[in-house]
């Protein structure tokens, strides 16, 4: 495939504050811990405190393993048993455990993991750098992650569901399986997918196993680590945060100090957190923990806690309490020996509002690290936007906006009538200086007057513009195809579509063109056609 970069400031598909934290805004320092190039992650790799218990997390990695249904590939055994050794480092993205994969980001998010841990390597070879996949099996949106689009249609799983998502069984899935696999047609690719997802969903019992081998079977050739941090050993690890946090509420202080500063910097909060940061996990049950006058209480049950009773709770089952959007990557940070954080824009912006709350807790912040994002086209786009006469950057722009330039750059008339609105100005002055003169009380008059003359004129432009669209009607019906297959739903390409429809195209292929083109450390907005 063909590659071509932009600065991702050119897409115009970005917040301000991510552009912001790109271009290395100083005024952001203080919410980062270094930079994300290699001479940033160099720094931290010199100052990481190795505090995680490596024996636990591989242990805990490998018996998750062993449920699979398929034996580990060697490249993911060898990665798992590094994590033993001192020189390892991972690099961790972390999503829902989106239906089929979801959207097509999702796919993004490993392969800029997977990316990134080879460029890390190649620049400090004396360590080991593995990429992680944090499942997000604790989350409890379904509504979030019940669906997906391919080529336009919508696959939903309509189903009564409770708590963590990652526990949900699966057993009713086999109607929305057919109506995902249906969608692929008839090839090679297209049986070597449905059976990768047929397998994954019918034989195994629940949504995060499913998850879990449909990421590995795409990945597991790269190394990938695949966690699910939804066990007790691991939350022991963090009881002790868990319980100062809830008891003294600092994260809700840290947090909301931070955003405030941020807010002074004009960075939008993504965030709120709340004064008690965690949830109470069991079974088909996740709740939010909220602090009452006598003590403790899991929202919507009648389970209440002493401060006491509280602490025991949390020493004898730390399973049952599970962190919130704004504890999770402190938990992350605890278990793993971790570098980077790998996410998309608003992830990122969020992650500004942490450095402070870990900085209390004694824990080192990692890099954060905009994932790739990327257009994938077919049928020549380039030439397309050279018979155009359209620059890559100039697609991004607003539909209707790109139509109105086009045909003001291409049509042998002005279409504007910005000169003559600023004479009728002129004009308007002097009989409104004459009408004073005559009788004050008329200048409102002659301004009303000149107001109903300058809406006649912009509805005369517009009516200019309306005809000569239609005199360049051909060149505007193709601008319109190029944008409805480039931002399907009006959005980027990678936030709607899934990337089956890319797979049933190239097969495996597919994921070695991201692995080609992806180059995490440049700070591109990637265009790939063929």
């Not at 970069?5 to 970005?14: G, M, Q, R, V, W």
């Not at 109470?280 to 939010?288: H, I």
């Not at 990557?329 to 793993?336: A, F, H, R, T, V």
């Given at each position: 495939?063909?590659?071509?970069?932009?600065?991702?400031?050119?897409?115009?598909?970005?917040?301000?504050?991510?552009?912001?934290?790109?271009?290395?805004?100083?005024?952001?320092?203080?919410?980062?811990?270094?930079?994300?190039?290699?001479?940033?992650?160099?720094?931290?790799?010199?100052?990481?405190?190795?505090?995680?218990?490596?024996?636990?997390?591989?242990?805990?990695?490998?018996?998750?393993?062993?449920?699979?249904?398929?034996?580990?590939?060697?490249?993911?055994?060898?990665?798992?048993?590094?994590?033993?050794?001192?020189?390892?480092?991972?690099?961790?993205?972390?999503?829902?455990?989106?239906?089929?994969?979801?959207?097509?980001?999702?796919?993004?998010?490993?392969?800029?993991?997977?990316?990134?841990?080879?460029?890390?390597?190649?620049?400090?070879?004396?360590?080991?750098?593995?990429?992680?996949?944090?499942?997000?099996?604790?989350?409890?949106?379904?509504?979030?992650?019940?669906?997906?689009?391919?080529?336009?249609?919508?696959?939903?799983?309509?189903?009564?569901?409770?708590?963590?998502?990652?526990?949900?069984?699966?057993?009713?899935?086999?109607?929305?399986?057919?109506?995902?696999?249906?969608?692929?047609?008839?090839?090679?690719?297209?049986?070597?997918?449905?059976?990768?997802?047929?397998?994954?969903?019918?034989?195994?019992?629940?949504?995060?196993?499913?998850?879990?081998?449909?990421?590995?079977?795409?990945?597991?050739?790269?190394?990938?680590?695949?966690?699910?941090?939804?066990?007790?050993?691991?939350?022991?690890?963090?009881?002790?945060?868990?319980?100062?946090?809830?008891?003294?509420?600092?994260?809700?202080?840290?947090?909301?100090?931070?955003?405030?500063?941020?807010?002074?910097?004009?960075?939008?909060?993504?965030?709120?957190?709340?004064?008690?940061?965690?949830?109470?996990?069991?079974?088909?049950?996740?709740?939010?923990?909220?602090?009452?006058?006598?003590?403790?209480?899991?929202?919507?049950?009648?389970?209440?806690?002493?401060?006491?009773?509280?602490?025991?709770?949390?020493?004898?089952?730390?399973?049952?309490?599970?962190?919130?959007?704004?504890?999770?990557?402190?938990?992350?940070?605890?278990?793993?020996?971790?570098?980077?954080?790998?996410?998309?824009?608003?992830?990122?912006?969020?992650?500004?509002?942490?450095?402070?709350?870990?900085?209390?807790?004694?824990?080192?912040?990692?890099?954060?690290?905009?994932?790739?994002?990327?257009?994938?086209?077919?049928?020549?786009?380039?030439?397309?936007?050279?018979?155009?006469?359209?620059?890559?950057?100039?697609?991004?722009?607003?539909?209707?906006?790109?139509?109105?330039?086009?045909?003001?750059?291409?049509?042998?008339?002005?279409?504007?009538?910005?000169?003559?609105?600023?004479?009728?100005?002129?004009?308007?002055?002097?009989?409104?200086?004459?009408?004073?003169?005559?009788?004050?009380?008329?200048g409102p008059s002659s301004e009303a007057v000149n107001a109903r003359l300058q809406k006649a004129v912009k509805n005369l432009e517009g009516k200019l513009m309306k005809a000569e669209k239609r005199n360049f009607s051909d060149a505007l019906a193709q601008i319109d195809s190029l944008k409805d297959k480039l931002f399907p739903r009006g959005g980027l390409q990678e936030r709607t579509e899934n990337f089956g429809l890319f797979y049933v195209k190239y097969g495996r292929a597919f994921i070695d063109m991201l692995i080609e083109?992806?180059?995490?450390?440049?700070?591109?907005?990637?265009?790939?056609?063929?």
């Amino acid at each position: 495939m063909k590659a071509n970069y932009l600065d991702y400031s050119e897409t115009n598909s970005f917040s301000p504050a991510i552009i912001r934290y790109l271009e290395n805004d100083p005024d952001l320092e203080p919410f980062c811990s270094f930079r994300a190039d290699i001479d940033g992650f160099g720094k931290l790799i010199e100052k990481k405190a190795d505090k995680a218990d490596r024996h636990l997390l591989v242990t805990v990695l490998k018996e998750q393993y062993a449920r699979l249904k398929q034996n580990p590939n060697e490249a993911v055994l060898n990665n798992i048993d590094l994590l033993q050794q001192k020189e390892t480092f991972t690099v961790t993205t972390g999503h829902q455990l989106n239906l089929f994969t979801g959207p097509l980001y999702f796919i993004f998010k490993i392969v800029t993991a997977i990316n990134l841990a080879r460029e890390l390597k190649a620049s400090f070879p004396d360590k080991n750098f593995v990429p992680v996949y944090w499942m997000a099996s604790e989350d409890h949106d379904f509504a979030e992650i019940n669906h997906t689009y391919i080529s336009g249609k919508k696959i939903i799983w309509e189903t009564e569901t409770a708590g963590a998502t990652g526990r949900i069984d699966i057993k009713g899935i086999q109607k929305t399986l057919r109506d995902y696999t249906g969608t692929l047609g008839i090839s090679e690719n297209a049986a070597e997918l449905s059976s990768l997802m047929s397998a994954a969903y019918l034989e195994n019992p629940n949504l995060g196993d499913a998850t879990r081998s449909v990421v590995n079977t795409l990945f597991e050739e790269y190394g990938l680590i695949i966690l699910d941090a939804d066990d007790a050993r691991l939350k022991k690890e963090f009881s002790a945060v868990m319980r100062d946090d809830i008891i003294g509420r600092h994260s809700f202080k840290n947090i909301a100090a931070t955003s405030k500063q941020l807010e002074g910097l004009e960075i939008p909060v993504q965030v709120n957190p709340r004064e008690i940061n965690f949830f109470y996990l069991d079974n088909d049950l996740r709740e939010r923990i909220v602090f009452e006058s006598n003590g403790y209480e899991v929202l919507n049950t009648s389970i209440r806690f002493t401060e006491d009773e509280l602490r025991r709770e949390i020493e004898t089952h730390p399973e049952r309490f599970s962190p919130n959007v704004v504890m999770r990557p402190l938990y992350q940070e605890i278990i793993l020996p971790n570098l980077a954080y790998i996410g998309g824009g608003a992830e990122i912006v969020y992650w500004l509002q942490l450095k402070q709350n870990f900085d209390f807790y004694g824990i080192d912040f990692p890099v954060l690290l905009l994932r790739n994002s990327a257009i994938i086209t077919s049928g020549n786009l380039s030439g397309k936007l050279a018979r155009l006469d359209l620059s890559l950057p100039d697609i991004f722009e607003n539909t209707e906006k790109l139509r109105k330039q086009w045909v003001s750059d291409h049509s042998g008339h002005t279409l504007n009538l910005n000169d003559e609105l600023q004479e009728l100005n002129n004009i308007f002055e002097k009989i409104k200086l004459r009408a004073h003169k005559i009788d004050p009380t008329l200048g409102p008059s002659s301004e009303a007057v000149n107001a109903r003359l300058q809406k006649a004129v912009k509805n005369l432009e517009g009516k200019l513009m309306k005809a000569e669209k239609r005199n360049f009607s051909d060149a505007l019906a193709q601008i319109d195809s190029l944008k409805d297959k480039l931002f399907p739903r009006g959005g980027l390409q990678e936030r709607t579509e899934n990337f089956g429809l890319f797979y049933v195209k190239y097969g495996r292929a597919f994921i070695d063109m991201l692995i080609e083109n992806f180059k995490p450390l440049d700070r591109k907005f990637t265009i790939l056609e063929d």
